[in-house]
C-alpha cells in the first residue's frame, strides 16, 4: 500500500478515498423463561441485538433507520437509533406469554430497517456495507424446547453432572 501511494504521489494521480466498513448487523436473537406459571407456561423475554460489525462508525440522521422486532407482521418493539460506532451494540427485548400447546408457535424476527433514501444522500458514513446480515429469525419451536430442556433437566439431573471418562486399559499385542 506504501509503494501505491509513493507512485501517485509522484505521478500526481489521486487516488479514490478508503471505502468505509459500516455495518450494523442483526447479531443475535434468543429467548428466556422469566417466569413460570406451569411446566408447559410462562413468561418468556425475546432479546435481539444490532452491533455495528464494521470497523468504522455508522452515522445517520433522525428517523433514517430503525430495530423492529416482530411476530408475524405485527411490531413488538421499535427503537431508531442515529449513531453507531463500531462494536457498539443496541438490544431491544419484549415479554411475551407463551404456552408449549401451540401446535404451530410464531416466529420472531429482529431486522434493521432503513429509509429508502439513505443511499441517495452521498454520505458513505450511513451506507451499509452488508445487507445480508440486517435479520435474524428465532422460531417458536426453540423456545418450546427451552420449556421441554427444564422439564427434562428436572426429571434427569444427573445430565448436568460431569462424568468421568472411562479408563481404557492399554491394547497389549503379544508376540
Known amino acids: 500500500m506504501r509503494t501505491t501511494l509513493l507512485l501517485a504521489a509522484l505521478l500526481g494521480v489521486a487516488l479514490p478515498a ?39 462508525a455508522f452515522r445517520s440522521g433522525p ?53 429508502p433514501d439513505l443511499y441517495a444522500d452521498g454520505r458513505a458514513s450511513n451506507d451499509d456495507q452488508n445487507r445480508e446480515d440486517d435479520s435474524k429469525r428465532l422460531s417458536g419451536y426453540d423456545v418450546h424446547d427451552l420449556f421441554r430442556r427444564e422439564i427434562f433437566l428436572r426429571i434427569h439431573p444427573s445430565m448436568l453432572q460431569p462424568r468421568p471418562l472411562a479408563r481404557i486399559a492399554p491394547l497389549r499385542i503379544e508376540r
Open 63 to 115: 428517523g433514517q433507520q430503525t430495530i423492529l422486532l416482530s411476530v408475524y407482521d405485527r411490531v413488538l418493539v421499535r427503537r431508531d437509533f442515529t449513531d453507531l460506532a463500531a462494536g457498539e451494540s443496541i438490544q431491544v427485548s419484549v415479554e411475551v406469554e407463551w404456552t408449549t400447546s401451540l401446535e404451530f408457535p410464531p416466529e420472531y424476527v429482529l431486522r434493521i430497517a432503513y429509509d
Open 18 to 56: 478508503a471505502a468505509q466498513s459500516v455495518d450494523p448487523a442483526a447479531v443475535s436473537l434468543s429467548a428466556r423463561i422469566v417466569r413460570r406459571h406451569t411446566a408447559y407456561s410462562g413468561v418468556v423475554r425475546i432479546t435481539g441485538t444490532v452491533r455495528n460489525v464494521g470497523s468504522d
